[in-house]
C-alpha cells in the first residue's frame, strides 16, 4: 500500500486496520498493534520521506466506547471511530453511541456517520445537525467515505458543517491499491457541496497534517 502510494505521488499514507471487535475483518488484537508499529517505524526509515501513519478504525462499542483502551489509544497517530455491528438501533441508540465516541478524547475522525450501504442498507437513523455540533464542540474530524457503495456523510450535510467549522476528510476506504482510486467518488461528491481543500484533513500536506494532529494532542491534552 505505501508502494501503491508512492507510485501516485502521495507524501504519506494513513494505515487504518479494523480494531479488534472486527473479528469477521481479522481486526487488530493488541499484540499485532504492537507487532504492526514496529513494521511500520521500520518502513519509515526505509521509505524516508515518504510517511506511513498509525492509525486505527476502532469500533464504537453499545455504549459508545471505543473497543481499546485508553493506553493502546495513545499509541496511534489518529484513531477514526466508526460503528460496524448492531446496526438495527433507534436513534436515540444511535445518537448515544455516536456522541459518545466523539466525546472520546481519542477520536479524531468520526467515520462513515450512519453506516448506510447505498442500495442496500439504509443506515441507522441520527440527527446530523446534532452530530456536527458535537464534532464541532469535540475538535473531531467527519468521514466522507469515498467508497462507492457508501458516500457517508451525505453531501447534503456538508454545508452545515462547513458552517460549524469542521473539518471533512474524504477517505477511499482503500483495501487494496486498486481501491486509491475511489476517492475521486468522494471528490465529485464534495464539490457538490463545495467543499474546498482547506476544509479536507486528506488534503493536507504531511507538514500540515501533522501540525495539526500535535495542536489536537495538545488542545485534547493526551
Not at 466508526?82 to 448515544?96: R, V
Not at 458535537?134 to 458543517?161: F, G, K, M, S, T
Request: with cysteine.
Amino acid at each position: 500500500m505505501a508502494n501503491g502510494a508512492i507510485a501516485k505521488g502521495l507524501e504519506y499514507l494513513v494505515i487504518s486496520d479494523h480494531s479488534k471487535t472486527a473479528f469477521y475483518a481479522h481486526g487488530l488484537e493488541i499484540e499485532r498493534i504492537r507487532e504492526q508499529h514496529l513494521h511500520i517505524e521500520e518502513l519509515n526509515e526505509r521509505l524516508a520521506p515518504f510517511k506511513i501513519l498509525k492509525s486505527i478504525e476502532s469500533d464504537i462499542l453499545n455504549d459508545g466506547s471505543l473497543d481499546y483502551p485508553t493506553e493502546i489509544l495513545a499509541t496511534f497517530d489518529l484513531v477514526i471511530a466508526s460503528i460496524h455491528s448492531n446496526l438495527k438501533m433507534t436513534e436515540e441508540k444511535a445518537m448515544l453511541r455516536l456522541i459518545n465516541a466523539i466525546e472520546n478524547p481519542y477520536t479524531t475522525i468520526l467515520g462513515h456517520m450512519t453506516g448506510r450501504l447505498l442500495l442496500s442498507r439504509r443506515g441507522y437513523p441520527v440527527d446530523h445537525k446534532k452530530i456536527i455540533d458535537a464534532c464541532a464542540a469535540n475538535h473531531v474530524v467527519i468521514e466522507l467515505n469515498a467508497h462507492p457503495n457508501r458516500l457517508d456523510i451525505d453531501w447534503r450535510h456538508l454545508d452545515y458543517a462547513l458552517k460549524k467549522g469542521v473539518l471533512i476528510s474524504i477517505d477511499p476506504d482503500a483495501h487494496s491499491i486498486e481501491g486509491f482510486a475511489d476517492i475521486q467518488y468522494g471528490v465529485s461528491v464534495a464539490q457538490k457541496a463545495m467543499l474546498t481543500k482547506e476544509r479536507n484533513l486528506s488534503s493536507f500536506n504531511l507538514r500540515e497534517l501533522e501540525t495539526f494532529l500535535a495542536n489536537r494532542r495538545q488542545l485534547k491534552k493526551i
